[in-house]
């Protein structure tokens, strides 16, 4: 399709910024109302008609909110109603220069985090929404069907609602008004899950979108109308090695200066999920001059998940041989075998740990030894609702918007384990196969019943949280017609936010203790074993038997269990320990004031400089257990924390354009993220192994910790050419403050140690870096060639821990991968429209601490959980087979690329996740 230059104009108006719904968020903050001609050149210079179809207009969007926008953003535009050019939001943000993200357990990309950095606010139509009782958002709740667009903000400005130190992601719902006349769009798609494979059907999505509008006598009135459902049964495989611990610590005759996983495990995560979604917008437009909306949308997530995780300790055979390897190393050893904290020298003789040579083991052999298989079945649900209303009035230079929004977020988890097992003939294990974890046991004994007995404990974990936000924002902005002041914006946001959490985690041990009572004289049906899917890294895939997880979904079986186990039959109260009420009231305010000016006829210069002024009140109550030293008896204490920050977030920003399509922009903002209630949780709760390799654990949460705060500086330099072609180079500096991590340390609680995990406020931190990208369209080619392109954007970042004396100082924060990029190439011709593109994370440290049991050469100064360097291709291929219908072919990760982790050092190989193959394929109406 070709349109003229002023048509594109008023196209790119209506479908991104004529429709400022969001308070607070007028032209200054959403970038999408400054788009002039979505394909245009950096210039008005450009003549002729221009092509916007397909990628390439939802590219030549995407570059042009880049360029007029006063902050540094980066943006996806929908090619059409109900397609981003990715299948799943968290997918799209993946591509933005600097966004990295992870696999999750289900197989889909999740998180978020720019520059490496994970505090990020998220907003709806420029509304604050989460999931849950967390900060975040979970990306992959929202379809990507159901956006037009994703804004990634990396600096800030004073209308911009607080909470990022990393910056924001505004994703943007369509409204009413941007359909002209009667709309009818949809969309149908099948998923074939490689990992999944012929076990399952094909996994569908579709979506629906409704609109009209009508001549109210007064005005114009528009409503629309959109749904989407997707479902998918997937399944995906988990290997690792267990903790590292020196031999010496296993069976008789074992070699006694070497250090190796004390087992195997493996995993495998299986069965379906569904995400309906529906949103809605009213619209009503009295005069031009006014607009007054009402909008909603709900969110679900409904989840029926199996795990199937089979363990092998090695250490409790009766023999254990080892493959020495050529690498030794100091490491400071326990009497147990594994690390120890406190090593016996001159200054502390009291000290029961030894610093020892140990080799490493490549594999081993272990006979005899303890095995079990642990059945999870999981159910969950998450429901988010929001609803909002509002208006924008425009009076002469004034414009006026005012919005009030309420959200409520639910999210309830059951989860259900049952662990069997026995003692099988052999173990076989390489530690290090291509970076990866292998083993094998002769003859599958997983897969025989004879001998199979309760193992371990049984666990229940039953939570519920919910959060409900409300929220009223107003600000009003003044245009000036001439001088060096551009415009003065002021406003206000008042919120509430309520959240509650409750969970009971925990069980019995098996009942006359491990491998004691046999499975079949629990009077469970005969059929309560099945099939388990196999674990590629695990007797080459083969097959092994689990209780049927769907028996551990059905109240009658529970019931049963809960009575072998030897407690009550009843569903298990919620435990006071673990939960928590929170209420947090904050206020903010805002000033700024825009500005430009000339200084030649090719140059000039405009900007803004701001502040916001926040407040937040907090009243959090939660509970622990206190335990009597004269008694040895515990109680249950109520502890209630309040807490008031208040905060001044000052921003200035300059851009300057030289002409030509050449531009340098320059932004400082300061920045917080607030803890999330659970960090905030004053209680204390902790849970007692049963499994003698597996160490008691616990968990606290911090009330006296204090919002993160950073000093952001970026810079670019940028050029637009042709007809959306771009390139750019920014530079970008991050001063941290109070950083938020998880550590962990011993207690000693009841005369067990425990490693519990709590928050702390890190101290100080750096972050800097360099991102270049572009895109460029080679119009310049032979006709049949000039429908081709190519995108790319790289990002180096160089991140440290200034601590003094912290014992990460020096280190990279946790979470940031020095290198990152995309590339890909484009083809858009003849009703083609396809892409290909590579992403690419390097290795970076992520998760806890590991300051657990697991050893580390002394040369180490903490452990660490690393992730591999990784990169995924992915592709996508649309027809137009009408002007109103489109086929479309996609593909995920194609190459087949893994996960592996690793502990501390890439030689310390941890585990490998068997990240999956997707192919899609659908179609597309508009009418």
Request: charged share 20%.
């Amino acid at each position: 399709m070709k349109i003229s230059l002023r048509a594109s104009v008023t196209l790119i108006a209506l479908a991104g910024g004529a429709h400022i719904a969001e308070a607070q968020t007028g032209s200054a903050a959403d970038p999408s109302a400054n788009q002039t001609a979505a394909g245009a050149s950096a210039s008005n210079e450009q003549e002729g008609d221009i092509v916007v179809t397909g990628i390439r207009q939802s590219l030549a969007r995407a570059a042009e909110i880049k360029r007029q926008s006063t902050a540094v953003v980066d943006s996806i535009v929908a090619e059409d109603i109900g397609k981003l050019p990715d299948l799943t939001t968290a997918s799209a943000l993946q591509r933005v220069p600097g966004v990295q993200v992870v696999v999750g357990g289900n197989n889909e990309i999740v998180g978020a985090r720019i520059r490496g950095l994970d505090d990020i606010i998220t907003t709806l139509n420029g509304r604050e929404i989460f999931t849950g009782v967390g900060r975040g958002f979970s990306f992959q709740d929202l379809p990507a069907e159901a956006l037009a667009g994703v804004d990634v903000y990396k600096s800030n400005s004073a209308e911009r609602l607080e909470g990022g130190v990393a910056g924001g992601v505004n994703m943007r719902l369509r409204r009413a008004l941007d359909f002209k006349e009667l709309t009818i769009a949809g969309s149908a798609r099948a998923t074939y899950l490689q990992e999944a494979g012929s076990k399952n059907t094909l996994n569908p999505a579709v979506s629906l979108l409704v609109a009209n509008r009508w001549d109210a006598g007064e005005g114009e009135i528009a409503a629309m109308a959109s749904v989407s459902y997707q479902r998918n049964k997937y399944a995906r495989p988990v290997a690792w090695n267990d903790w590292t611990r020196a031999t010496s610590a296993g069976p008789a005759g074992s070699p006694p200066d070497l250090h190796a996983p004390t087992g195997f495990a493996a995993a495998i995560e299986f069965g379906k999920y569904e995400r309906p979604q529906a949103n809605f917008s009213l619209e009503w437009a009295p005069d031009t001059d006014t607009k007054i909306y009402v909008e909603g949308l709900f969110a679900g997530y409904r989840g029926n998940v199996y795990q199937a995780r089979p363990t092998f300790r090695a250490f409790t055979g009766t023999s254990f041989e080892a493959t020495v390897g050529d690498t030794c190393e100091d490491f400071a050893v326990g009497p147990d075998g594994y690390y120890s904290g406190n090593v016996r020298s001159p200054t502390n003789p009291t000290g029961t740990g030894t610093i020892r040579q140990l080799c490493n083991a490549t594999g081993y052999t272990a006979r005899n030894l303890e095995y079990y298989t642990a059945t999870v079945a999981n159910k969950a649900r998450t429901d988010i609702y929001v609803i909002a209303t509002g208006f924008n009035k425009q009076i002469g230079a004034l414009s006026w918007n005012t919005d009030i929004s309420y959200e409520t977020s639910t999210n309830r988890n059951d989860s259900f384990r049952v662990d069997i097992g026995k003692r099988i003939a052999e173990l076989v294990q390489v530690r290090d196969n291509n970076h990866e974890v292998q083993a094998t046991m002769p003859g599958n004994p997983m897969n025989d019943p004879a001998g199979l007995a309760f193992a371990n404990g049984m666990t229940e974990d039953i939570n519920r949280s919910r959060g409900t936000l409300w929220s009223v924002m107003s600000d009003a902005k003044y245009d000036f017609d001439a001088g060096l002041l551009d415009y003065v914006q002021a406003g206000v946001r008042v919120a509430r936010r309520k959240a509650g959490f409750e969970q009971y985690l925990g069980g019995p041990p098996a009942p006359g203790g491990s491998f004691v009572t046999p499975l079949t004289a629990a009077g469970l049906p005969s059929d309560i074993l099945s099939q388990a899917p196999g674990v590629p890294q695990m007797n080459d895939g083969a097959s092994f038997l689990q209780i049927d997880p769907r028996y551990l979904t059905q109240e009658a079986i529970k019931r049963q269990l809960r009575t072998l186990y030897g407690i009550s039959p009843d569903t298990p109260a919620y435990d006071p320990t673990r939960d928590y009420d929170a209420q947090e009231k904050s206020y903010a305010g805002f000033l700024q004031a825009g500005y430009e000016f000339s200084l030649s006829d090719a140059i000039s210069v405009d900007g803004m400089v701001g502040a916001r002024l926040t407040r937040t009140d907090r009243d959090i109550a939660g509970s622990g257990r206190v335990t009597d030293p004269a008694t040895g008896t515990s109680r249950v204490v109520l502890v209630n924390r309040s807490t008031s920050d208040t905060d001044l977030l000052p921003n200035a920003s300059a851009r300057i354009q030289f002409g030509g399509g050449l531009q340098a922009r320059f932004n400082y903002s300061k920045t917080l993220s607030r803890p999330s209630f659970g960090q905030l949780n004053p209680g204390l709760s902790y849970v007692v192994s049963y499994v003698s390799t597996i160490q008691n654990s616990g968990s606290g949460g911090n009330p006296d910790l204090r919002p993160q705060k950073a000093d952001s500086f970026d810079a670019s330099l940028e050029y637009y050419f042709g007809r959306s072609n771009y390139v750019s180079v920014v530079g970008f500096y991050r001063d941290i403050t109070d950083r938020i991590i998880n550590g962990t340390e011993v207690r000693t609680i009841d005369g067990l140690q425990y490693v519990i995990s709590t928050p702390r406020n890190l101290g100080s931190a750096k972050i800097k870096g360099v991102e270049v990208g572009g895109q460029l369209f080679f119009d310049f080619l032979p006709e049949g060639l000039d429908g081709a392109g190519v995108i790319g954007n790289f990002t180096v970042i160089d991140s440290e821990v200034t601590t003094p004396g912290d014992r990460l100082q020096g280190l990279p924060l946790l979470g940031v991968s020095k290198y990152n990029y995309n590339v890909g190439l484009i083809y858009e011709k003849y009703g083609i429209s396809a892409r290909m593109i590579y992403t690419y994370r390097s290795k970076y440290f992520d998760g806890d601490i590991t300051n657990g049991l697991s050893l580390r050469p002394v040369s180490l100064p903490v452990g660490l959980n690393g992730i591999r360097a990784a990169g995924r291709l992915d592709f996508g291929l649309n027809y137009d087979v009408t002007p109103n219908i489109t086929v479309s072919l996609a593909g995920t990760n194609i190459t087949g690329q893994k996960t592996r982790n690793f502990e501390s050092r890439e030689d310390f190989v941890r585990e490998v996740r068997n990240d999956d193959t997707t192919y899609s394929l659908g179609v597309r109406f508009n009418f």
